[in-house]
């Protein structure tokens, strides 16, 4: 393994995101938090966050799909349970944010909460 990827690895481990092996393996039903960012020079940038509830992996590969479309999903970073990612903080509102908070702290809503954005910026 390279340092890159060394570190790489380390920065995904520290923030909780996962790879899509250890997504496979993971307890369902859950909540994920998906992000991703794509720059293009000189054309603008698009990010997003999608936060759903899910029964299994496959469920929550179909959702990033749909929320962000195949390509920017097959990027995706993806942390199980409802987590602060720095991409998702840019995008979530705060009255969002305090919904999150009460999820987290009750752990009682399952599947009637989803919340996906993205912003897409052209600089050309």
């Known amino acids: 393994m390279n340092s890159n990827a060394a570190a790489s690895q380390n920065v995904n481990a520290a923030s909780g995101l996962l790879e899509r092996e250890e997504l496979k393996r993971a307890a369902y039903p859950t909540y994920y938090t998906a992000t991703f960012d794509h720059l293009e020079t000189d054309l603008g940038t698009v990010i997003g966050v999608s936060i759903r509830y899910v029964n299994s992996y496959?469920?929550?590969?179909?959702?990033?799909?749909?929320?962000?479309?195949?390509?920017?999903?097959?990027?995706?970073?993806i942390a199980l349970g409802l987590v602060s990612l720095p991409i998702a903080e840019l995008l979530i509102p705060p009255a969002v944010k305090k919904t999150i908070d009460a999820i987290n702290t009750v752990l009682q809503c399952?599947?009637?909460f989803y919340f996906t954005a993205q912003l897409h910026e052209n600089y050309a």
């Open 58 to 77: 496959e469920q929550l590969r179909q959702s990033i799909e749909q929320d962000f479309g195949e390509y920017f999903a097959s990027r995706a970073e």
């Open 110 to 112: 399952r599947s009637g």
